[in-house]
């Protein structure tokens, strides 16, 4: 028994022999391929404790017969070179084990497609660019034990609460996305929290109030979002023209019963 390193480089003849080989330890796809083709003996990996190689590699190993490998199914394994997420979730299938990878970069909602839930978490490194919802992006998060890139990721779209777990660890390089909130009417507080999440332009509906209460509330808005905002009751000029200064779209003051001030 040894390693399959250690074993390939004593084992040096060219005809196939009978040998009873035990592998232990961590090991490469690519050394264990090698090691079955040396025997007429299935070789036992049941010691195995980490496998490294390619997904082309990884997936040959795992597709050798009982009559060339056995033990194989529980080991961790890690991915090298490019990875598609399609070929992650093809190895993860093949060992209970931790599957570590970094994964090439693609829309939220295509890596949600390849990627399962596993029983366990996987490693995975993720990139994510593009367009995404909130709730794309938490799947991803439970996904991987990595937190996810979202660097690249120009809006995000969702509700409040999903919205709110994109702020958290689970997720690195965000700030600067535009968000939409899918709530339908959040109120002039729930908004300003939206705000805060990012310096993108924030796009919502903001429950009617009276001009004064929505810019108390909205101190952080800007011209550049797009905040639906109905006033109504009673309002000076001044808090009608600090609203209009908070959104790009139109003030409704239709419910105004009367407007102070010059």
Same mark, same amino acid.
């Given at each position: 028994?040894?390693?399959?390193?250690?074993?390939?480089?004593?084992?040096t003849e060219t005809a196939e022999n009978a040998w009873t080989l035990s592998v232990t330890g961590a090991v490469s796809a690519s050394d264990l391929i090698a090691l079955a083709g040396k025997t007429a003996v299935a070789v036992d990996a049941v010691a195995v404790t980490s496998l490294t190689g390619s997904p082309a590699e990884v997936q040959a190993l795992y597709a050798l017969g009982m009559s060339e490998l056995t033990g194989l199914g529980n080991e961790?394994?890690?991915?090298?070179?490019?990875?598609?997420?399609?070929?992650?979730?093809?190895?993860?299938?093949l060992t209970t084990g931790m599957v570590t990878a970094s994964i090439e970069a693609d829309t939220a909602s295509a890596l949600v497609a390849a990627l399962q839930v596993e029983a366990v978490a996987n490693d995975y490194t993720l990139t994510v660019f593009g367009a995404a919802t909130a709730a794309d992006l938490n799947t991803l998060a439970?996904?991987?034990?990595?937190?996810?890139?979202?660097a690249g990721v120009t809006s995000i779209s969702g509700d409040l609460a999903d919205l709110g777990l994109i702020n958290t660890g689970a997720f690195e390089?965000?700030?600067?996305?535009?968000i939409t909130v899918t709530d339908g009417t959040i109120t002039a507080?729930?908004?300003?929290?939206?705000?805060?999440?990012?310096?993108?332009?924030?796009?919502?509906t903001v429950a009617t109030d009276s001009a004064a209460a929505l810019n108390?509330?909205?101190? +952080?808005? +800007?011209?550049?979002?797009?905040?639906?905002?109905?006033?109504?009751?009673?309002?000076?000029?001044?808090?009608?023209?600090?609203?209009?200064?908070?959104?790009?779209?139109?003030v409704d003051a239709t419910g105004l019963n009367n407007i102070n001030g010059t």
């Open positions: 028994s040894g390693t399959a390193a250690e074993l390939n480089a004593a084992l961790p394994v890690t991915l090298t070179g490019p990875v598609t997420a399609t070929q992650a979730q093809d190895v993860a299938a439970g996904l991987t034990s990595v937190p996810v890139n979202i390089g965000r700030g600067d996305e535009a507080a729930e908004a300003t929290t939206a705000l805060g999440w990012t310096t993108g332009v924030v796009t919502a108390g509330a909205l101190t +952080s808005a +800007s011209g550049s979002d797009a905040l639906t905002l109905t006033v109504t009751g009673t309002a000076t000029a001044a808090d009608l023209i600090a609203l209009a200064g908070k959104t790009s779209v139109a």
